[in-house]
């Protein structure tokens, strides 16, 4: 919990920013980054119980005397799991942001979360590209896309001003090629607008690289292998949104 800002990133069904903004109720006064508080005794204790009855939680802040701040949460992303296979298990994740004074302790379940690490943009993006972490695209793209903020508080205004725009949710389409494969977003001039009924890979003989000199509109990731992504984007955002600037990899450091 914070006072007055809010816990780590969680994940939810997609609302719009004027819907979600709605049911959050007025805005605090408040409106600077928040702290964090600190955990109650029996961590271990109390998250177990949430876990047997939700309703432990509203025990929980009772017992600690506080309320979590949701209007701390900005709704940031959604994203939709391409197709890849008929049956094959798909999700819809919307991404929340929260922006905080320091780093706030992370105590790990071992079971959802094994471990937690606090990275700039430019650290994260290192590490994907030495082969350190993994990302799977959408977080890739959303790395780079905070690469666009030079400070903390430039982001926090950013996310001030953008809380009432609609928060657009995407489903990439994979078209695989020669050497790899490319997640087509919404924009790029193939992408699909009827994508949600697409059941079917789509699929090319050409390499990137050939496909890349044939077009123009690009909102696409390009990829390689596991850690060798290009993000191409030339299009405009949509709903006052930030897209990542290109970032194409050194092969020389590959």
């Given at each position: 919990?914070?006072?007055?800002?809010?816990?780590?990133?969680?994940?939810?069904?997609?609302?719009?920013?004027?819907?979600?903004?709605?049911?959050?109720?007025?805005l605090?006064?408040?409106?600077?980054?928040?702290?964090?508080?600190?955990?109650?005794?029996?961590?271990?204790?109390?998250?177990?119980?949430?876990?047997?009855?939700?309703?432990?939680?509203?025990?929980?802040?009772?017992?600690?005397?506080?309320?979590?701040?949701?209007?701390?949460?900005?709704?940031?992303?959604?994203?939709?799991?391409?197709?890849?296979?008929?049956?094959?298990?798909?999700?819809?994740?919307?991404?929340?942001?929260?922006?905080?004074?320091?780093?706030?302790?992370?105590?790990?379940?071992?079971?959802?979360?094994?471990?937690?690490?606090?990275?700039?943009?430019?650290?994260?993006?290192?590490?994907?590209?030495?082969?350190?972490?993994?990302?799977?695209?959408?977080?890739?793209?959303?790395?780079?896309?905070?690469?666009?903020?030079?400070?903390?508080?430039?982001?926090?205004?950013?996310?001030?001003?953008?809380?009432?725009?609609?928060v657009?949710?995407?489903?990439?389409?994979?078209?695989?090629?020669?050497?790899?494969?490319?997640?087509?977003?919404?924009?790029?001039?193939?992408?699909?607008?009827?994508?949600n009924?697409?059941?079917?890979?789509?699929?090319?003989?050409?390499?990137?690289?050939?496909?890349?000199?044939?077009?123009?509109?690009?909102?696409?990731?390009?990829?390689y292998?596991?850690?060798?992504y290009?993000?191409?984007v030339?299009?405009?955002?949509?709903?006052?949104?930030?897209?990542?600037?290109?970032?194409?990899?050194?092969?020389?450091?590959?």
């Amino acid at each position: 919990m914070t006072l007055p800002s809010a816990s780590a990133p969680s994940a939810r069904p997609s609302r719009g920013g004027r819907a979600a903004a709605a049911a959050r109720g007025p805005l605090p006064a408040a409106r600077e980054p928040g702290r964090v508080l600190e955990p109650p005794p029996g961590l271990g204790d109390w998250r177990a119980r949430v876990r047997r009855d939700p309703q432990h939680f509203l025990r929980l802040c009772a017992h600690l005397d506080c309320t979590p701040d949701i209007w701390a949460l900005h709704d940031w992303s959604a994203w939709l799991t391409p197709f890849s296979r008929k049956g094959g298990r798909r999700f819809e994740t919307t991404f929340f942001l929260c922006c905080l004074r320091e780093p706030p302790p992370v105590f790990p379940d071992l079971v959802e979360v094994v471990d937690c690490q606090w990275s700039s943009p430019s650290e994260a993006t290192e590490s994907f590209t030495s082969k350190e972490i993994w990302f799977a695209p959408p977080q890739f793209y959303e790395i780079r896309r905070l690469e666009n903020f030079a400070s903390l508080s430039d982001l926090h205004k950013f996310c001030l001003d953008h809380e009432l725009e609609e928060v657009e949710r995407w489903m990439p389409i994979t078209l695989v090629t020669a050497d790899g494969m490319m997640h087509l977003l919404p924009g790029d001039e193939m992408y699909l607008e009827d994508s949600n009924f697409l059941e079917n890979l789509m699929s090319t003989e050409k390499k990137n690289a050939e496909i890349m000199k044939e077009g123009k509109k690009f909102h696409r990731v390009v990829i390689y292998s596991r850690h060798d992504y290009n993000i191409h984007v030339t299009v405009q955002s949509k709903h006052k949104h930030v897209y990542p600037k290109n970032y194409v990899v050194s092969k020389s450091r590959l």
